[in-house]
């Protein structure tokens, strides 16, 4: 398995990515709205407890890009050609197999321009979302490394408050001012590097069991609420930037943290899926040695979907 202290990591990445399969077999049932309906029912409560995935992914690229010291050449050379080079790739894969083919190349060449502006297939929205996040990494990341743990949690907080604009009742209670600065996904990886540096989980791990399972009933519950009132499929609550998803990234997250498991066959299992995970290639874990010039890679790479 490699290091244990980066054992937690590989168990996260996989049973996140395990999430995101189970997430997107639901879909078809969560869409067939029916709130007598057993199969939307079910559906609805396997969805509501795989929501913690993509919050979980960017919050372990929070504890392995924050804080560290690189140029923003490393950074562009290192992470964003990972990522591009198969983005581009996978879209002209799924071009071809959703899009109408053309039947010249100057046709081809501006409806693919056209599908590239919102994505060529509706899951790669994750990538145009991670790429804006990634370019902003080595500005957030200066502040990160001379700022002390209350002006992170000073930024977490008035995030967490502004991700409620959106919800009813409470987004009646907000004014003008422009809370663009503290939205967004970027405040998952802030959150990482928050949780990671900060919390030390040495017993009481099931305390944060609890946490994440009560995030997961609160997405149930209020989606049911919601739905039933607007009498159709309302997934206000299952968007990743909610209370209710962020308490279960928060509660899973910790659960895991540190955490070391003895070697056997499943733990064999697990680093396998996580190795070969397609996001795998994207993130290397460096650290530091104390100077510029020394980099010392472990054998792990390390990427979040």
């Given at each position: 398995?490699?290091?244990?202290?980066?054992?937690?990591?590989?168990?996260?990445?996989?049973?996140?990515?395990?999430?995101?399969?189970?997430?997107?077999?639901?879909i078809?049932?969560?869409?067939?709205?029916?709130?007598?309906?057993?199969?939307?029912?079910?559906?609805?409560?396997?969805?509501?407890?795989?929501?913690?995935?993509?919050?979980?992914?960017?919050?372990?690229?929070?504890?392995?890009?924050?804080?560290?010291?690189?140029?923003?050449?490393?950074?562009?050379?290192?992470?964003?050609?990972?990522?591009?080079?198969?983005?581009?790739?996978?879209?002209?894969?799924?071009?071809?197999?959703?899009?109408?083919?053309?039947?010249?190349?100057?046709?081809?060449?501006?409806?693919?321009?056209?599908?590239?502006?919102?994505?060529?297939?509706?899951?790669?929205?994750?990538?145009?979302?991670?790429?804006?996040?990634?370019?902003?990494?080595?500005?957030?990341?200066?502040?990160?490394?001379?700022?002390?743990?209350?002006?992170?949690?000073?930024?977490?907080?008035?995030?967490?408050?502004?991700?409620?604009?959106?919800?009813?009742?409470?987004?009646?209670?907000?004014?003008?001012?422009?809370?663009?600065?503290?939205?967004?996904?970027?405040?998952y990886?802030?959150?990482?590097?928050?949780?990671n540096?900060?919390?030390?989980?040495?017993?009481?791990?099931?305390?944060?069991?609890?946490?994440?399972?009560?995030?997961?009933?609160?997405?149930?519950?209020l989606?049911?609420?919601?739905?039933?009132?607007?009498?159709?499929?309302n997934?206000?609550?299952?968007?990743?930037l909610?209370?209710?998803v962020?308490?279960?990234?928060?509660?899973?997250?910790?659960?895991?943290?540190?955490?070391?498991?003895?070697?056997?066959?499943?733990?064999?299992?697990?680093?396998?899926?996580?190795?070969?995970?397609?996001?795998?290639?994207?993130?290397?874990?460096?650290?530091?040695?104390?100077?510029?010039?020394?980099?010392?890679?472990?054998?792990?790479?390390?990427?979040?979907?």
């Amino acid at each position: 398995m490699g290091s244990n202290s980066l054992q937690w990591i590989h168990f996260l990445r996989t049973f996140s990515t395990l999430a995101v399969i189970i997430l997107h077999c639901t879909i078809s049932y969560g869409n067939e709205f029916n709130i007598k309906n057993t199969s939307w029912l079910t559906a609805s409560f396997i969805n509501s407890n795989m929501r913690f995935c993509v919050p979980v992914f960017l919050m372990l690229s929070g504890v392995l890009l924050l804080g560290k010291k690189y140029s923003l050449r490393e950074f562009i050379q290192k992470r964003m050609s990972k990522i591009l080079l198969p983005f581009l790739f996978w879209s002209i894969i799924y071009f071809f197999m959703i899009f109408p083919i053309r039947r010249t190349v100057y046709q081809v060449g501006l409806e693919f321009f056209k599908a590239m502006q919102g994505g060529t297939c509706y899951h790669l929205w994750y990538i145009y979302m991670i790429i804006g996040v990634y370019l902003f990494v080595p500005i957030i990341n200066k502040w990160i490394q001379n700022a002390n743990k209350y002006e992170i949690l000073f930024y977490l907080l008035i995030w967490f408050v502004v991700l409620m604009i959106d919800l009813p009742v409470i987004n009646r209670l907000f004014t003008r001012v422009d809370w663009r600065y503290f939205s967004g996904f970027l405040g998952y990886l802030i959150l990482g590097y928050y949780l990671n540096k900060n919390i030390h989980v040495t017993k009481n791990r099931w305390f944060f069991a609890l946490i994440f399972i009560i995030g997961n009933l609160l997405t149930f519950i209020l989606t049911y609420i919601a739905s039933r009132e607007n009498g159709e499929h309302n997934k206000t609550y299952y968007s990743y930037l909610t209370p209710n998803v962020i308490m279960s990234a928060i509660g899973i997250f910790l659960f895991f943290k540190d955490r070391v498991f003895k070697e056997n066959l499943f733990t064999k299992i697990i680093y396998f899926i996580s190795q070969y995970s397609f996001w795998n290639l994207s993130l290397s874990r460096f650290y530091n040695d104390g100077s510029s010039k020394n980099w010392r890679c472990y054998q792990h790479r390390f990427c979040c979907f």
